[in-house]
DNA sequence: TGACATTAGATCGTGCACGATATAAATCTC
DNA sequence: GAGATTTATATCGTGCACGATCTAATGTCA
């Protein structure tokens, strides 16, 4: 027979006890939500994201995308051809600067945005707590991350 | 020129307005300070889960795993090969019920405990905030969580 | 007992996510 | 203005994460 605690009790090491498992599992329950939401669209909660920040502010290139998403360009790259290749966005080498890729939603890509527009709403009720629990809540995390950045 | 408000304002699908991307965001911090703490133990953080959840109790089958998780079977399955290539783990069919594997820890995958008993503290040490924040932070992820799971 | 359903895991395919590295264009330095 | 450095993006390899599907073992019930 194995004991299950041959080193003493170590509580910070119970996994419902750990902030961070709360937001792993968290974030997966959101996705899975998302992920229903989104199916008729035929996004993904990543592309969706990237629509959320060309519909915001348009023509931007790729470097701009991931700074706003906090992703690195290796995950971007391959996801921009997929939304390209669904017609969603163009990917246009600039004229000024040759290095940079100049992301452009295409008219089915604006289009898009209509459809989308009742996603947030959806989210709300499934979350089932109040607006300001909800604002409070994403204040907390974001604390969190430049937290989290600064000490990185 | 493309405008960049075709069909108005739609404050909600602005990015930094959305609890979830805060969320989404947030994850990637903690993952990534994470990263650099299980580098030395040549471990990603779903496998350090993994080993969370047997320390806590060892001897348990796949599903075991997947519901404390929350993850499939599907994800589980390949990593849990690596663990026991890793020899941090055994992988056995039940006797009783042939359809189960039975996952241990072996001598080194137990070992390894202590050697992360110290992380809990690194990474509250890289959240900077008070620990009644984080304990609180976590009940209201969990609270979310649990409404999500009730509505999907 | 034999047909059917259920359960536990595994396999396959697709899409994130990132570290290490490559490449080409722009910029800096002397 | 040639060479070194930096910058923007792409490529490659590994590991999650899940939906769809498969297989084998178990359970059910006529």
């Known amino acids: 027979m194995t004991t299950n605690d041959p080193i003493g009790p170590t509580p910070q090491l119970k996994l419902d006890a750990q902030l961070c498992f709360a937001l792993y599992s968290t974030m997966h329950g959101v996705a899975k939500v998302y992920r229903r939401l989104l199916r008729d669209l035929d996004l993904t909660y990543p592309q969706y994201l990237v629509l959320l920040v060309l519909w915001e502010k ?3 290139n790729v ?3 991931c700074q706003r998403l906090q992703l690195e360009t290796t995950t971007l790259t391959p996801l921009l051809k997929r939304l390209e290749g669904r017609g969603l966005i163009r990917r246009t080498r600039s004229a000024e600067d040759e290095r940079q890729v100049i992301v452009t939603l295409t008219a ?3 289009a898009l945005r209509a459809t989308a527009a009742g996603i947030p709403d959806c989210i709300a009720a499934a979350a089932a707590l109040p ?3 909800l604002a409070d809540l994403r204040g907390r995390l974001t604390r969190l991350r430049d937290n989290l950045a600064a000490a990185g």
């Open 108 to 110: 089915e890509g604006r």
């Open 63 to 65: 470097s701009e995308i």
């Open 131 to 133: 607006r300001e629990d």
């Open 58 to 60: 348009d023509e931007i």
